[in-house]
């Protein structure tokens, strides 16, 4: 039986030396490790001092560490990550979920009551996060999660089993292309917004992520002028669209909305200041 500093201080110093992480960043990574090997918080592991690892359980975290060494995110390695206070499954046929995209949520039930009956739409799904999380939280409305990856509907479909939701439908379409003939209540989307020659393509974890989720055309914009200057078309009068942008995209981004006649165009913070979603009402 090794001590808990013995372990943790041997996956850290790996990272460290290996990844170039700092000893933040190191320990953050070593507890997600342990918790995911060991099944228990990190609090209980902390407090226990020391640690029996079952020989599968040594053998799981050298492989973890070996793949990450590789610089593959830990939530591919995983195959899950946490989103909004639940845990997803994910590959790397879909987007890493991220705390930004939180923002989307916190929008959503800040300006509507849990017990209202919605048409939702989240459009270029991925795994699923945003229009799940939003199926969750509202039982009385229909969410459709739609996406023109095949691959990602499975991710997202393996959600909705998992939250054994009945709200929640998945859709193979080209953003509005193939959508049922419903008006929607609220259309949201964190579509890709990144432009194909922006230097933050080259992070190493990145090349991981699926790549037409990420960039888009036109220095980031092209996904962003389709879902916003098509939505009048799917929204009902009063109707709502939010859409997850870059923190220096907002000027134009704004722009877009008021080019497609949006009324009560929002702006919204996320939580290091920075604008991150836009809001405008039909």
């Known amino acids: 039986m090794r001590t808990f500093n013995l372990i943790q201080k041997e996956i850290t110093s790996s990272l460290i030396t290996n ?100 048409n939702i739409c989240d459009l270029g799904t991925g795994s699923g996060i945003i ?25 997202t479909q393996n959600n909705i089993n998992k939250f054994k939701l009945t709200n929640a439908k998945t859709v193979f379409s080209d953003w509005y292309h193939k959508l049922p003939k419903i008006q929607f209540d609220l259309i949201v989307s964190n579509p890709p917004y990144i432009d194909i020659d922006d230097p933050f393509l080259k992070v190493d974890e990145l090349q991981y992520e699926p790549k037409a989720a990420l960039f888009s055309e036109n220095k980031g914009y092209a996904d962003i002028e389709m879902i916003v200057n098509n939505a009048p078309n799917y929204l009902k009068e009063g109707g709502q669209l939010m859409v997850e942008h870059g923190y220096n995209q907002s000027s134009q981004v704004k722009s877009i909305f008021a080019k497609a006649k949006f009324l009560s165009i929002k702006q919204h913070l996320d939580i290091n200041s920075k604008i991150r979603v836009t809001s405008g009402l039909i």
């Open 19 to 118: 990844l170039g992480l700092s000893s933040r960043e190191s320990l953050i990574e070593t507890k997600f490790i342990l918790e995911y090997v060991l099944k228990k918080p990190y609090a209980q592991i902390y407090l226990d001092k020391s640690i029996d690892l079952l020989k599968n359980q040594e053998i799981n975290i050298k492989n973890i560490i070996s793949q990450r060494l590789q610089k593959k995110p830990l939530a591919y390695i995983f195959k899950e990550w946490d989103f909004y206070g639940e845990t997803f499954c994910i590959n790397e046929h879909v987007l890493i979920p991220r705390q930004d995209t939180e923002l989307l949520i916190d929008l959503v039930l800040n300006k509507y009551k849990r017990e209202i009956k919605m």
């Open 131 to 155: 229009g799940i999380t939003l199926a969750k939280h509202y039982n009385n409305s229909q969410v459709i999660l739609c996406d023109i990856s095949k691959e990602a509907l499975l991710i």
